[in-house]
């Protein structure tokens, strides 16, 4: 298994551009979910997801979109980058028939918006 | 809503030294406790997950105790090594506030140094 995966590693945007960070993971998990971590804060959840065709938001949702057609993909779109948005991005999923609920985590994407 | 602290920010031992991290979360409601490892610029890697039944894990060097009634858990590392300097990040699973889904709620993380 190739666990959690997310391209591109790094990425330099213009305010204003749009892109998408693409997360995939083979476990055949059913939760997904989306963080930022911006330095002395942490991670911060920002979407997830607990099956295909569904989406819900987290605690900081916006100038995000999501999707889930597929179990396996999870992608995380920027609608029109902000400098604000510059910070490393983590996809994690985990298997909810599993009661230790255990997250795994992806090896994160670096954005920076300038 | 939950929050997750950790405590110290920072810390720097020398090396040979047993050392304890601590996290506290304000909701006891959790489905467990897990601490990663994060090195500069990488992603985050597992190290112990304690179950809300479980008193503690112990993986190697490492050991974890959780009291969920008083909202504490413990990373303790035995006899550190130079190779254990990184960021120690505490996080907890709880039910989102509005719905159904579990969220993790992550501390800022501790930045040990352990000196040669």
């Known amino acids: 298994n190739a666990g959690v995966t997310q391209t591109p590693k790094f990425q330099v945007l213009k305010t204003g551009q749009s892109m998408t960070l693409q997360c995939a993971q083979d476990m055949n998990h059913e939760y997904m979910s989306w963080y930022r971590q911006d330095p002395g804060m942490g991670l911060r959840l920002i979407h997830y997801?607990?099956?295909?065709?569904?989406?819900d938001q987290g605690e900081v949702p916006n100038g995000y979109n999501v999707s889930r057609s597929t179990t396996e993909d999870f992608p995380l779109r920027l609608l029109s980058a902000a400098p604000s948005q510059t910070s490393v991005y983590f996809c994690?999923?985990?298997?909810?028939?599993?009661?230790?609920?255990?997250?795994?985590f992806g090896p994160g994407t670096r954005l920076t918006v300038t | 809503k939950q929050e997750v602290t950790q405590i110290p920010a920072a810390l720097s031992v020398p090396e040979g030294e047993n050392l304890v991290l601590n996290c506290s979360f304000t909701?006891?409601?959790?489905?467990?406790l897990q601490w990663f490892r994060q090195d500069p610029g990488k992603g985050l890697t597992s190290l112990l997950l304690i179950q809300s039944s479980q008193r503690e894990q112990t993986s190697g060097r490492l050991n974890a105790s959780l009291d969920k009634s008083s909202g504490r858990s413990t990373l303790y590392i035995a006899a550190s090594q130079p190779g254990d300097s990184a960021t120690y990040l505490c996080?907890?699973?709880?039910?989102?506030?509005?719905?159904?889904?579990?969220?993790?709620?992550f501390g800022s993380g501790t930045q040990l140094t352990v000196l040669p």
């Open positions: 909701d006891s409601a959790i489905y467990n």
């Open positions: 997801s607990v099956g295909a065709g569904i989406t």
């Open positions: 994690a999923s985990s298997y909810e028939g599993q009661r230790t609920y255990e997250q795994y």
């Open positions: 996080a907890v699973l709880s039910l989102v506030t509005s719905g159904s889904a579990r969220q993790l709620t």
